[in-house]
């Protein structure tokens, strides 16, 4: 199997490339090699390497500059898509796309499905929805909404950590933690999201939505204190509440997602602590 990865420098792109290069033929993109909005490039891309699979991990993840860079966010999470799922039309190849929890507006009380209706409150998340869209235009595609992601073996150096990989380095340092206590989300880990990824197109699923995070949710607080427990360090917490900072995008207050339809192909994610253990014995 041939695959083609954009975006392979970041988190959940070298997840992708370290579990999907142990038993296919990766060819890597990050944005230096393949701007995925340029439409042009990206037919080349995929003429080139006529793969049997591509996997969008590109993104444009700036939430809060995206509110006055509408265009930007679009270009990349919505048409960026489309260009892809244009190019795997072309060579018959299917789409692996990524999406997010933005796209609900976290009014929920329960884990969200894929048949509950979207609704983003922000110019990131009603980008991020069209490219989940768009992905339908490839003749068979996957779309998977992750959130919160942290990294694990196979990240490369220099990408972001994630919000999670930011509060486990201050505790490390010993410094104060600055988390909210009421947003509550699913942590998704990366090398347990590619090995999801790679199980949905073994197992030759039906195309379509997929939620794909840790089982379980909790506060950024709850996830704080268990990470300083499994690190065994103390940990000063400054708990704020949404209301209590200023951002320029609103923030969905409650994000579980249900992975129920990953379990129904026989794929159960890990729980959000273990898959938390993992990562800070990870180094």
């Known amino acids: 199997m041939r695959v083609l990865v954009t975006g392979a420098a970041g988190l959940l792109g070298a997840a992708i490339v370290h579990r999907f290069e142990r038993a296919a033929d990766v060819h890597a993109s990050d944005h230096a090699d393949l701007d995925i909005a340029d439409d042009n490039a990206v037919q080349k891309a995929v003429g080139r390497v ?4 591509v996997i969008n991990c590109a993104a444009y993840n700036d939430v809060d500059r995206a509110e006055s860079d509408a265009e930007g966010a679009l270009r990349v999470n919505a048409f960026g898509v489309l260009a892809l799922a244009r190019a795997c039309g072309s060579v ?18 329960v884990p969200y499905t894929e048949e509950d209706p979207p609704n983003p409150r922000s110019v990131y998340g ?10 339908a235009d490839a003749p068979r595609h996957y779309v998977l909404r992750v959130e919160s992601l942290f990294g694990g073996p196979g990240v490369m150096r220099g990408a972001r950590s994630g919000s999670l990989g930011t509060i486990v380095n201050r505790i490390r340092a010993g410094e104060e933690v600055p988390v909210f ?3 509550t989300v699913s942590p998704s880990y990366t090398p347990d999201v590619a090995e999801a990824t790679w199980r949905l197109l073994a197992r030759d699923a039906p195309s379509g939505m997929y939620h794909c995070v840790n089982t379980g949710a909790a506060t950024w607080a709850a996830i704080a204190r268990e990470a300083a427990r499994l690190l065994e360090c103390p940990v000063t917490m400054r708990e704020l509440t949404l209301e209590s900072v200023a951002l320029k995008a609103p923030r969905p207050r409650y994000c579980a ?4 339809r990953l379990a129904a192909m026989d794929i159960e994610m890990p729980a959000w602590d273990d898959a938390l253990a993992r990562f800070l014995n990870s180094g």
């Open 92 to 109: 018959g190849a299917t789409l692996i796309h990524y999406s997010t929890d933005f796209v609900f507006d976290g009014d929920a009380a």
């Open 50 to 53: 006529r793969p049997d699979v």
């Open 126 to 135: 009603s980008s991020k929805l069209l490219g989940d869209w768009f992905a």
């Open 181 to 183: 206590v009421d947003r």
């Open 257 to 260: 997602l249900s992975n129920a």
